[in-house]
């Protein structure tokens, strides 16, 4: 078995350097930070699997891709990149890596929750600016965190909003159950949620599942963090919240399309807190994500 790494960017490579054993199967690295997918079939021609951790990998060029038998996804969201179903037709398989990073991204979802209730990307913001501005925040300790979905960074987030005070609930689609955390329906988790963060994994069906009907379900003036997938929140409905104060605040790290483009509508709102999709990235969970890759390539 032979491999490639498609994308690696973003010090990745570097990452791979350190992790990779001799007994790996044999990868060669390229360092490309947009790969065009009228290229992949060239690119991809002798090759048995990929490691990719952002191209877009169409159906209809992948067909091209004749060499190839496995993607593995250097992440859980391989549905924002490719059509794993249509993939499979082609004897392509697609693999996922799941809790390589949960203690990353739940310590950023607390990070993004904690600045969205003091506000301080505005008042950072204005004083760069050289205004003088002072906001009035959220106290957090007593509130109630919603989780939007439980799985491993839910839990790591659910551990340390329990530990700061604050009442933690949360709803999953199958039935769980956690220290500290009380479960409960969909229409609860939203009524009483002072801050919603959402963990749920990018499918069809989730696909715009925090739509406007939801949003206007939520506790008035709640603050909504999504560190999962920008798709899973209706991105028109949640501006429309956010403009009109259904929604106090917004922390996002993820978005429909990414990069965000420059002067996208999210950039002018005051009461948003962006961050470059970057919840994952810390040199623990990156040598995790490519070493459990690599653990993956070997077994294929």
Excluded at 50 to 67: A, E, F, I, N
Aim: hydrophobic share 45%; net charge negative.
């Amino acid at each position: 078995m032979k491999g490639l790494f498609l994308d690696a960017v973003d010090d990745l490579a570097d990452v791979f350097r350190r992790v990779v054993r001799p007994d790996d199967p044999p990868v060669t690295v390229n360092e490309q930070l947009e790969v065009p997918a009228e290229t992949l079939p060239g690119l991809l021609a002798g090759y048995d699997f990929v490691l990719d951790d952002h191209t877009q990998m169409p159906t209809d060029w992948m067909r091209g891709c004749t060499d190839l038998k496995h993607i593995i996804f250097l992440g859980t969201g391989a549905r924002s990149y490719m059509h794993p179903e249509e993939l499979a037709e082609h004897g392509i398989t697609v693999h996922i890596i799941k809790g390589y990073g949960d203690t990353a991204v739940a310590e950023h979802t607390i990070a993004l929750m904690w600045a969205a209730a003091r506000g301080l990307a505005i008042m950072d913001g204005g004083m760069r600016r050289g205004d003088w501005i002072r906001t009035e925040g959220m106290e957090l300790t007593g509130k109630t965190l919603g989780l939007l979905g439980f799985g491993g960074i839910a839990a790591e987030v659910a551990r340390i909003a329990v530990g700061s005070g604050m009442r933690v609930i949360a709803w999953n689609r199958s039935p769980k159950s956690a220290p500290g955390v009380t479960f409960v329906d969909l229409d609860t988790l939203l009524a009483q949620s002072h801050v919603l963060s959402v963990h749920l994994l990018l499918t069809d069906e989730t696909r715009g599942f925090l739509g406007a009907d939801r949003l206007e379900k939520l506790r008035h003036g709640a603050v909504l963090v999504n560190t999962a997938r920008g798709a899973i929140v209706d991105e028109r409905a949640m501006i429309a919240a956010l403009r009109s104060g259904r929604l106090r605040h917004a922390a996002l790290d993820v978005f429909v399309k990414e990069p965000l483009s420059p002067g996208h509508e999210l950039t002018a709102l005051p009461n948003v807190t962006l961050s470059a999709h970057s919840a994952f990235r810390t040199p623990e969970a990156s040598e995790n994500l490519i070493r459990r890759a690599l653990d993956i390539a070997k077994t294929l």
